[in-house]
């Protein structure tokens, strides 16, 4: 009868404690959700914040260039407003990493609490095992406990218990062990993303006290503009004048090279009658679009395609042919894609843009020095296809990169993955 309810008294136990072990389970499982689902947009953030700051980088590198600080005060303010846009981006991601960071913090700590709390009531049951073994004990040693068994069967079954409960304290023990090392680790990890905190939290107040005194030096520029604003505002004519114009020669060397392909094949339309082979390569530049290099190893876009807002003069909206990307003195651009050189355009101050066929599109690449490549030459992708004029006032080296379909221009920025 005293054996009978020994086992039962286990049973009883066993029961209780897997109950307890799926009510673990079910808690860490809920507390675990938030982890994981934020675990894709912390990774997100990360890359995000070191992408601004190689942007950072970049801009310092390739803009700033200029010595005659009076000459290129405009220039100088646009690349500023340019850097503080892109710190003001990079604050804004640290905040957002760092309440990431203290919501895996808040989840990590209620795991620490539940872990301890739990390795606390296994503790107390193996220490309550212990006590009842050594009593046990002291009525009578194990032997005599199957010795004084009334038959064979019973004296089997006894066997069995003394075995299970003692496989039950191991078990219980290394159970212990296992939520130590649980419970260290975790530690451990709640450590790392405290450390982790507090340095976004430096690189916030870094980047903001850069910011701070970078606009407070912008006031001071944006002063001086302003006092010869009409100045600055027949410099920006002139130049959209001259690029318009530049423009229009491009389309008129696409147009008439379009021609002269229909009349060879008696179609009349828009776009290159095109061969079967410019067929497929007008199909692959399609479905490559968006994964197209840049036309610079490295640089930075200064300016964007279409029509936008200047950067430093109020009221003022200019409009871009096409991605204006500052790179290193010195580089080549580089061709986005296979094709063939249409034509080689010289444009005013002796620089060059290089034309280059790829199937129905065209793509453009304007403002440079020396061309190493000759109309009718067979380009590969990243091929380099002359010098970047590099300006001796404002001490930039910009290339103009635009793109058409058939006399049509495109955003080269929904083509072309971003540097």
Request: without cysteine; proline residues 2%.
């Amino acid at each position: 009868m005293i054996l009978l309810f020994k086992s039962k008294k286990n049973e009883l136990f066993k029961s209780e404690k897997k109950r307890n072990h799926f009510i673990l389970f079910f808690v860490l499982f809920a507390l675990l959700i938030p982890a994981t689902s934020f675990a894709q947009s912390k990774a997100d953030l990360e890359r995000q914040r070191r992408k601004l700051q190689k942007e950072i980088k970049e801009i310092n590198s390739l803009l700033f260039k200029s010595k005659n600080k009076e000459k290129t005060l405009l220039s100088d303010l646009n690349d500023l407003n340019k850097r503080i846009k892109v710190r003001q981006k990079l604050i804004e991601t640290i905040e957002k990493e760092t309440k990431e960071l203290e919501r895996d913090i808040k989840s990590n700590q209620k795991q620490v609490e539940v872990l301890q709390k739990h390795l606390e009531e296994l503790k107390a049951e193996y220490a309550e095992m212990v006590r009842q073994s050594y009593k046990s004990k002291a009525k009578q040693s194990r032997l005599m406990f199957v010795l004084s068994s009334e038959s064979f069967l019973q004296a089997y079954k006894r066997v069995q218990y003394i075995q299970q409960y003692a496989k039950y304290r191991q078990k219980q023990g290394e159970e212990i062990v296992l939520e130590t090392v649980k419970l260290q680790n975790l530690n451990d990890y709640l450590m790392e993303l405290k450390t982790g905190k507090e340095a976004l939290l430096s690189a916030n107040k870094k980047e903001t006290d850069s910011i701070k005194k970078e606009k407070s030096t912008r006031e001071g520029m944006v002063k001086s503009v302003k006092r010869k604003e009409k100045k600055y505002l027949a410099q920006i004519r002139k130049k959209q004048k001259a690029e318009k114009d530049i423009e229009r020669k491009i389309e008129k060397v696409i147009r008439d090279a379009i021609a002269r392909s229909n009349k060879k094949s008696s179609v009349k339309g828009t776009g290159f009658s095109l061969t079967p082979e410019a067929k497929i390569l007008n199909k692959s530049f399609i479905a490559n679009k968006g994964k197209l290099p840049a036309p610079v190893k490295r640089g930075v876009v200064v300016r964007h395609y279409g029509k936008q807002p200047h950067p430093t003069l109020k009221g003022i909206t200019i409009e871009s042919t096409g991605v204006h990307y500052a790179t290193e003195k010195g580089a080549n651009a580089r061709v986005v894609f296979d094709g063939k050189v249409l034509a080689i355009q010289v444009l005013p101050g002796k620089k060059k843009a290089v034309l280059v066929q790829h199937g129905n599109y065209i793509s453009v690449y304007k403002n440079l020095d020396n061309v190493l490549v000759n109309k009718g030459d067979l380009v590969k992708t990243k091929q380099e296809l002359g010098k970047i004029h590099t300006d001796k006032t404002t001490g930039k080296t910009i290339l103009v990169f635009v793109l058409f379909k058939g006399t049509q221009r495109q955003n080269p920025e929904n083509w072309v993955y971003k540097l």
